[in-house]
């Protein structure tokens, strides 16, 4: 167990783990939050007051934090050498409890200092666990099994729940009794999910036999005296949508210019009628939810100017789905030794050029998106006067270009590596902090300082610097220079 213990402190435990920069981050912000908050009491009416923005924060924190320690947990125990290594597994199992009990009482702390009750908290932390340490999407991927899609829905549902804050704060108010009950309903589950039982070693079946199967490519004898080969490939899921009802063709429908040249498949976007009804299906859930919550906490009628206040963010998070995924091309790199070489771009700088000639395809096609749908709809809930409409306009176009080459310093600073976890980082850091500071200046109902103004614009001409810099750096960098094995 200790030696499992000391792989949390080395850089096995960092290496590709990309949810720990994320949980830092998250963490320090939410304990700055809380320790600057010096108000004598947080209990009102008998209910436990959150300060603002610090509930979103630690429970970010809190579920980065464990999901790192999950996906190292679950990445030792589904490696082909822990069935083989006597009480590698036992070790494992009882170190991840440690880590994570580690963790529950580190984010535990700011918490306290607030004045809530440790047996809440401890519960709120429970239910934490049992939907980060999910071992459907944990590390290796080769090694899952199937995605269990109910609980993946709940657990996702639970997540975002307990974003908002009148949640957290009506878990931290609950009595004693109730509490208990949740706590150990959620350690029991978090104890049950991190069990593991290894699948049989390979080759344990009878010699000779090859527990390998190729799917995609099949050979079949002789015919004519010549050999045959049949490749079988296995649709894509985009491919089968598309043969599938209208409805389905018409949500992926692309431009023509964002598939010329050919481009990995992370480079794929919605179209403008998937990306509407992602922005609708956003509103929609998030109207829903806090009118629940209106009601549950007054018993009565939701109030229509409580709503729009609590809906301004619609338009965070709208602009947080258009710039989240637009640097995940930067850590897949598998398929671009295929493109290089059959595709007829030339050397790796144009290839690298033509990458991010189609990123900014992207990016500017989310960014006007998000401008059309944000600022009309940020101005309306926030009850602001129309002449704010063109800087409005103007401000969030600039920050959702200017975010989407952020990941691209990671390039500039560390050009001769893929460094996934800094992506990442930079990627999380500005959709999340960057975008909810900006727009929570916008849409105040005081003007916007110059320098905010200033340094929102300054995403265009930073995005043209990366985008010069990038492509160089790309072109010297670390990718497969041959496809995966299979």
Same mark, same amino acid.
């Given at each position: 167990?200790? !030696?499992?213990?000391?792989?949390?402190?080395?850089?096995?435990?960092?290496?590709?783990?990309?949810?720990?920069?994320?949980?830092?981050?998250?963490?320090?912000?939410?304990?700055?939050?809380?320790?600057?908050?010096?108000?004598?009491? !947080?209990?009102?009416?008998?209910?436990?007051?959150?300060?603002?923005?610090?509930?979103?924060?630690?429970?970010?924190?809190?579920?980065?934090?464990?999901?790192?320690?999950?996906?190292?947990?679950?990445?030792?125990?589904?490696?082909?050498?822990?069935?083989?290594?006597?009480?590698?597994?036992?070790?494992?199992?009882?170190?991840?409890?440690?880590?994570?009990?580690?963790?529950?009482?580190?984010?535990?702390?700011?918490?306290?200092? /607030? +004045?809530?009750?440790?047996?809440?908290?401890?519960?709120?932390?429970? /239910?934490?666990?049992?939907?980060?340490?999910?071992?459907?999407?944990?590390?290796?991927?080769?090694?899952?099994?199937?995605?269990? $899609?109910?609980?993946?829905?709940?657990?996702?549902?639970?997540?975002?729940?307990? =974003?908002? @804050?009148?949640?957290?704060?009506?878990?931290?108010?609950?009595?004693?009794?109730?509490?208990? +009950? /949740?706590?150990?309903?959620?350690?029991?589950?978090?104890?049950?999910?991190?069990?593991?039982?290894?699948?049989?070693?390979?080759?344990?079946?009878?010699?000779?036999?090859?527990?390998?199967?190729? #799917?995609?490519?099949?050979?079949?004898?002789?015919?004519?005296?010549?050999?045959?080969?049949?490749?079988?490939?296995? @649709?894509?899921?985009?491919?089968?949508?598309?043969?599938?009802?209208?409805?389905?063709?018409?949500?992926?429908?692309?431009?023509?210019?964002?598939?010329?040249?050919?481009?990995?498949?992370?480079?794929?976007?919605?179209?403008?009628?998937?990306?509407?009804?992602?922005?609708?299906?956003?509103?929609?859930?998030?109207?829903?939810? !806090?009118?629940?919550?209106?009601?549950?906490?007054?018993?009565?009628?939701?109030?229509?100017?409580?709503?729009? #206040?609590?809906?301004?963010?619609?338009?965070?998070?709208?602009?947080?789905?258009?710039?989240?995924?637009?640097?995940?091309?930067?850590?897949?790199?598998?398929?671009?030794?295929?493109?290089?070489?059959?595709?007829?771009?030339?050397?790796?700088?144009?290839?690298?050029?033509?990458?991010?000639?189609?990123?900014?395809?992207?990016?500017?096609?989310?960014?006007?998106?998000?401008?059309?749908?944000?600022?009309?709809?940020?101005?309306?809930?926030?009850?602001?006067?129309?002449?704010? $409409?063109?800087?409005?306009?103007?401000?969030?176009?600039?920050?959702?270009?200017?975010?989407?080459?952020?990941?691209?310093?990671?390039?500039?600073?560390?050009?001769?590596?893929?460094?996934?976890?800094?992506?990442?980082? =930079?990627?999380?850091?500005?959709?999340?902090?960057?975008?909810?500071?900006?727009?929570?200046?916008?849409?105040? !109902?005081?003007?916007?300082?110059?320098?905010? $103004?200033?340094?929102?614009?300054?995403?265009?001409?930073?995005?043209?610097?990366?985008?010069?810099?990038?492509?160089?750096?790309?072109?010297?960098?670390?990718?497969?220079?041959?496809?995966?094995?299979?």
């Amino acid at each position: 167990m200790q !030696h499992a213990l000391r792989l949390y402190l080395s850089p096995v435990f960092f290496r590709e783990n990309y949810a720990f920069l994320t949980g830092v981050t998250w963490s320090t912000v939410a304990f700055f939050v809380a320790f600057q908050d010096h108000a004598a009491t !947080h209990w009102q009416n008998g209910i436990f007051k959150l300060p603002e923005s610090f509930s979103l924060w630690w429970w970010l924190g809190l579920q980065g934090l464990v999901a790192s320690g999950a996906a190292q947990y679950w990445r030792q125990v589904r490696s082909p050498l822990a069935s083989m290594t006597p009480g590698m597994i036992a070790a494992e199992y009882k170190a991840i409890h440690a880590v994570l009990a580690f963790i529950m009482l580190l984010m535990a702390v700011p918490l306290l200092y /607030l +004045g809530a009750p440790l047996l809440n908290i401890l519960a709120q932390e429970s /239910l934490s666990l049992a939907l980060s340490v999910n071992s459907d999407t944990a590390t290796p991927k080769a090694l899952r099994g199937p995605i269990r $899609l109910f609980r993946a829905l709940l657990l996702m549902g639970v997540f975002v729940l307990f =974003l908002f @804050p009148q949640v957290q704060e009506r878990l931290l108010s609950l009595p004693w009794y109730m509490a208990l +009950g /949740l706590l150990v309903v959620g350690t029991a589950l978090t104890v049950i999910e991190l069990a593991h039982t290894p699948r049989p070693a390979v080759g344990q079946e009878g010699a000779g036999q090859q527990s390998v199967s190729i #799917k995609a490519v099949s050979f079949r004898g002789r015919s004519k005296g010549k050999p045959s080969r049949s490749v079988e490939v296995a @649709p894509s899921s985009q491919d089968a949508a598309q043969r599938g009802s209208g409805l389905i063709r018409v949500m992926l429908w692309q431009f023509p210019w964002l598939r010329n040249p050919p481009v990995p498949n992370t480079m794929m976007s919605p179209g403008p009628v998937g990306y509407l009804a992602g922005c609708v299906l956003a509103v929609v859930s998030i109207f829903i939810m !806090h009118a629940l919550l209106e009601v549950l906490q007054t018993f009565a009628v939701p109030n229509w100017a409580a709503l729009k #206040k609590s809906m301004l963010m619609a338009p965070q998070l709208i602009c947080i789905m258009s710039v989240s995924g637009l640097a995940s091309w930067m850590q897949v790199r598998a398929d671009w030794p295929f493109l290089l070489n059959l595709a007829g771009y030339g050397t790796r700088l144009d290839f690298a050029r033509a990458l991010y000639a189609t990123h900014a395809k992207r990016t500017v096609q989310n960014a006007v998106f998000a401008t059309v749908i944000c600022s009309p709809l940020g101005i309306f809930l926030a009850g602001l006067h129309w002449s704010r $409409l063109p800087v409005t306009l103007l401000a969030i176009f600039c920050i959702v270009v200017g975010i989407g080459y952020l990941p691209s310093l990671g390039l500039i600073f560390s050009p001769r590596k893929n460094r996934p976890a800094l992506t990442q980082l =930079l990627t999380a850091g500005g959709s999340i902090i960057g975008v909810q500071l900006a727009l929570g200046l916008l849409f105040s !109902h005081h003007a916007v300082p110059v320098w905010a $103004l200033v340094v929102m614009v300054a995403g265009i001409p930073f995005s043209a610097v990366m985008a010069w810099l990038a492509p160089q750096a790309l072109a010297k960098a670390d990718w497969p220079i041959e496809p995966a094995a299979p």
